[in-house]
């Protein structure tokens, strides 16, 4: 036999614009008065019942003869275990039930919850590609000649020559932002690509900002790379 679950009824006998507001209430009275709730299981019921009450995923029943599409928005976005249920008479001696509306509050945690972890998982996939680039951008940047320092600075790490001629920034959520020591003037620029910041401020030095998203970017800045590398 499945232990009791907790759950208040609320009927109305027309249509009640605060039908649900109402049966929140008493639901959150119910949920306040266990004890009380408990004893009388054990009255009706007997101990064992009373002990096997179910106070994890109560549920609220609204029974009325109609509900507007007001009520039936509200449920969905309700934290609550709502039903709503409308009821119909046949004759003098028929009575038909139909659920118009029934939203799960633990099912909505769930959704919450799997939403929440598709967003952890998508971000630590797209952070491990970011540290994937920039490793390939360390190597291009090491291996462009003898002489090559690297140093680590608060905001960015240094690539030196005789003075710095790159500088990376630490990984952005979805983008690398590199800064060369090549002239902008002498760079075709390209929108998303390669930008002249030589009167903005930015972490580095450099006035050419070159945005990498992905190993075929690293690709395309290497010219760039070797040209900030020969200015150095």
């Not at 614009?17 to 009255?43: K, S, T």
């Not at 009575?95 to 972890?117: C, D, N």
């Not at 003037?185 to 903005?200: A, E, H, Q």
């Amino acid at each position: 036999m499945r232990a009791p679950a907790v759950g208040k009824i609320e009927y109305k006998r027309g249509t009640d614009a605060g039908v649900i507001n109402q049966g929140l209430f008493y639901l959150a009275w119910l949920m306040d008065h266990r004890a009380e709730f408990e004893h009388l299981v054990r009255d009706q019921l007997g101990v064992t019942a009373a002990s096997q009450v179910l106070w994890s995923g109560p549920r609220l029943i609204c029974i009325a003869g109609d509900f507007t599409r007001y009520d039936v928005h509200a449920v969905r976005e309700h934290r609550r275990s709502i039903d709503l249920v409308r009821y119909r008479l046949f004759g003098s001696n028929l009575l038909g039930l139909e659920t118009v509306a029934s939203v799960s509050g633990g099912m909505q945690v769930a959704r919450r919850a799997r939403r929440q972890a598709i967003t952890q998982d998508a971000a630590r996939v797209q952070g491990a590609a970011m540290r994937e680039l920039a490793g390939a951008v360390d190597e291009v940047l090491l291996g462009l000649g003898d002489g090559v320092n690297r140093v680590e600075r608060k905001t960015y790490r240094a690539y030196q020559r005789l003075r710095n001629f790159a500088c990376l920034c630490p990984p952005q959520r979805s983008k690398l932002l590199v800064y060369l020591k090549a002239n902008p003037k002498d760079v075709d620029l390209v929108p998303g690509f390669t930008r002249d910041v030589s009167g903005l401020g930015h972490h580095g030095t450099g006035d050419l900002e070159v945005q990498l998203r992905t190993l075929r970017d690293v690709e395309r800045a290497q010219d760039l790379f070797r040209a900030s590398y020969v200015a150095a």
